[in-house]
Each structure stands twice: as structure tokens, then as C-alpha cells.
């Protein structure tokens, strides 16, 4: 079983359009993560949830919108895509907010064209 | 968070050891060292972690000077499939209020025949 999951792997869409990224962990953690990998590698946090409660936003564009329906799942929905907005993009858990051993999923891959 | 130095890239034999170092010159008492690997188009792995101890685990060993600046990851026996981007990574550990890993740029390790 994979401890955290997302879907879909791979997301190629136009400008414009509104999409969705899907993320489960399955190892009984409270905090989830999103991470984005911009095109230069450099891996930066955009949101945590711990227990379905927002803990981190950085700065994000509030086209981003995290929505945790329970602690084992956080989602990603992205309004009015851009192009800057093509790149990979991670979900990770952690057993606890204090805890740093985190989790990762094996990415979406997101191409805005 | 302190600010980490790691070389851009490293070669290894596969069979020998691999010694990633990382500096971390400004690193104050209570903020502990991770490592994470990212092996290409895979999320990131946790390796190891450490404060002031040396730790070892199935993964890596970990050693860290007694006057705690830098520090350096051992992987025994290098394999192929060891070749990855290293991350060192220096973060207080905080009880409430979130926490973030903040990657910098790592170690891009080759493991060759």
C-alpha cells in the first residue's frame, strides 16, 4: 500500500481552466503538506494542515485553495490556471506538526499550456 | 533556520562510501540537522536526523562535529540506485504553530560503476 497517494500523476491543461489534485495518506498522520517543485528544482512549502485545521499558507495566491475533508486527506484546487503555475507538486504527511520526518507522495506533475 | 552549504554535485564508485558534507556554521543549540534524498521524479525521502549525537540507521550514518557547524552523511556502500539530490536541512523543532523543511539546492550525487 502506498502511505501517501495522489492522483492524478500527470495533469496537462489550458490557461484558464480550474483543476484539482487529490491527496490520501494512509499512515494515521495529523499534519499534511504541499510542496511545489518549480522547473529550477527548488522545493518550497505552500500549505500544512494539522488535523484538518490550517497551520502554514505561504503567501500563496488565493487562486490555491487546500481543503482538508478529514486529516487523512488534502486536497488542491487551482482556480483561473497560469502558466507559472506548471510544475511538480508534492503532498507530504507528518505524524505531528513538531514532527519533521515527513512523508511524500510521488508528485503531479502540472503543465499549463 | 540556519542557513546550509552543500557541494553542487559528487561522484561515487558503487561498493564505496559516500561522504555528502554540509555546512552549517550559524546553527544555534536547538536546532537539529535532516537529511532528505530526492532520487529523480520520485517525492523526497527522509534519511536521517541528528542534534549533537551521531546517529546511524538501515538508511545512513550521520556525524556531526562536536562544535556542531557541519556535518556529514556516510552511505556505506553506494549503490546505483543511491544516486539522488541530498538535502541538508537545519530546523528547530517547534511544539505548535507549524513547521516548514526549507530545501536549498543539495548535493546532486552520482553513483557510477
Known amino acids: 500500500d502506498t502511505a501517501v497517494s495522489q492522483t492524478p500523476k500527470y495533469l496537462v491543461t489550458q490557461m484558464g481552466n480550474d483543476k484539482s489534485i487529490k491527496c490520501e495518506q494512509n499512515l494515521g498522520h495529523d499534519t499534511m503538506y504541499w510542496y511545489k517543485q518549480d522547473s529550477k528544482k527548488f522545493l518550497k512549502i505552500m500549505f500544512s494542515y494539522n488535523n484538518k485545521e490550517l497551520i502554514i499558507n505561504e503567501t500563496v495566491p488565493n487562486r490555491f485553495s487546500p481543503k482538508s475533508p478529514d486529516k487523512a486527506h488534502l486536497n488542491l484546487h487551482i482556480n483561473s490556471l497560469e502558466l507559472g503555475d506548471s510544475a511538480v507538486y508534492f503532498c507530504?504527511?507528518?505524524?505531528?506538526?513538531?514532527?519533521?520526518?515527513?512523508?511524500f507522495g510521488s508528485g503531479t506533475q502540472l503543465s499549463v499550456l | 533556520d540556519a542557513k546550509t552549504t552543500q557541494p553542487p554535485s559528487m561522484d561515487c564508485a558503487e561498493g564505496r562510501a559516500a561522504n555528502l558534507p554540509c555546512n552549517h556554521s550559524?546553527?544555534?543549540?536547538?536546532?537539529?540537522v535532516y537529511w532528505y534524498r530526492q532520487i529523480h521524479s520520485q517525492g523526497p525521502q527522509y534519511i536521517i536526523h541528528g542534534l549533537k549525537n551521531n546517529e546511524t540507521n538501515e538508511m545512513a550514518s550521520l556525524i556531526i562535529t562536536e562544535d556542531r557547524k557541519s556535518s556529514t552523511l556516510i552511505l556505506p556502500h553506494a549503490t546505483l540506485r543511491d544516486t539522488a539530490v541530498y538535502y541538508c536541512i537545519v530546523r528547530v523543532i517547534l511544539t505548535g504553530g507549524g513547521n516548514k523543511l526549507t530545501f536549498g539546492t543539495g548535493t546532486q550525487l552520482k553513483v557510477e560503476l
Open positions: 507530504a504527511s507528518s505524524k505531528s506538526q513538531g514532527d519533521q520526518k515527513l512523508f
Open positions: 550559524t546553527i544555534s543549540g536547538n536546532e537539529y
